[in-house]
């Protein structure tokens, strides 16, 4: 089995900036691809941004140019440097890995990012 853990939540104002880290531990999985997503008050989970082991990236339209993930392949850790945040951007922010055939798909407990003044 894997764990995430998730830290770097918080409260900032908009224009600010946030990292949030996600560790996995465990053993009989290699991890292909981590992946950062959010999940907004009624609103539906959506990705944010991932990553392979081969260091591949894709992003959300709506945070190109202000997010940047990034991963430690030695660890099997994520980040997710977030710049000029938006009150849109607040969110519940969620860890996820996965093997390269889907038989492992585990997710963080989450960690809260709120944009306010």
Known sequence: QVQLVESGGGLVQPG????????ASGSGFTIYKMAWYRQA???QRELVAAITSSLSTNYADSVKGRFTISRDNTNDTVYLQMNSLKFEDTAVYYCNARSFGGSLNT??????????S
């Open 16 to 23: 600010g900036s946030l990292r949030l880290s996600c560790a």
């Open 41 to 43: 008050p009624g609103k």
């Open 107 to 116: 997710w963080g407990q989450g960690t809260q990012v709120t944009v306010s």
